[in-house]
């Protein structure tokens, strides 16, 4: 087992984040988790990321774990292309250039490298967050929603490079409000 979720709760001032939580998640598995707007799907990615911490209950890592985030919208430095931001990224996490042209390809961005992040399409600063999160060794992917911006096409790829890395031997989470994604890409559906 890689995660452990006990009780795990965030009351905001305002109102309630998640409440009293149970979640396990597997090795190797996929989990999607599904719910209303408001129900705490970002809640429960911020709270795993130390984004925020939880007003009580616990997680547990069970050993090291490395993460990937993608999440539900990142801002890149527009002035950069997109070559530059996965080269920045990979030299912060040390890896060979090959890695860099190999998750630029995956999300097919590779022809697009040279272009400014500022011209992009909403998509394709959606499959540019996709890169990053793939980029380097991880044992745990956490991806908030995704399939924004996608398009038929590349919510299609997506379940496959997901498929992929958990054939890997990755543990995946992600949120959605696509329930026919959810079923067909992930091993289990959490309903918060
Ligand atoms: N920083 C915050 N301060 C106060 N309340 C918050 C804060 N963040 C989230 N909440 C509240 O916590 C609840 C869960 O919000 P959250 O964003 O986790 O839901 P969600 O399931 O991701 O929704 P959506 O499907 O709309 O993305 C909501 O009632 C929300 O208003």
Redesign the pocket.
């Known amino acids: 087992m890689r995660l452990k979720v006990d009780k795990l709760t965030k009351i905001?001032?305002?109102?309630?984040?998640i409440r009293d939580l149970e979640l396990q998640l597997q090795k190797g598995e996929i989990t999607a988790l599904t719910?209303?707007?408001?129900?705490?799907?970002?809640?429960?990615l911020r709270l795993l990321t130390n984004e925020e911490s939880p007003t009580y209950g616990t997680v547990d890592w069970c050993g090291d774990q490395t993460v990937n985030f993608m999440p539900d919208e990142l801002q890149f430095p527009p002035e950069l292309r997109a070559g530059e931001v996965i080269h920045l990224l990979a030299g912060l996490k040390k890896l060979p250039v090959s890695e860099e042209e190999r998750v630029l390809r995956r999300v097919g961005l590779y022809e697009a490298k040279g272009q400014k992040v500022s011209r992009f399409s909403k998509g394709m600063r959606q499959r540019l967050n996709l890169a990053q999160c793939l980029l380097g060794p991880a044992s745990l992917l956490l991806l908030d929603?995704p399939t924004n911006a996608l398009d038929v096409e590349w919510i299609a790829k997506l379940q496959g490079i997901l498929q992929e890395e958990r054939a890997l031997g990755k543990t995946i989470l992600f949120?959605t409000?696509l329930e026919r994604f959810a079923e067909e890409t992930a091993d289990r559906i959490v309903k918060?």
């Open positions: 905001y001032k305002g109102g309630q984040g719910g209303a707007n408001g129900a705490g799907k970002s809640t429960l929603e949120t409000h918060l």
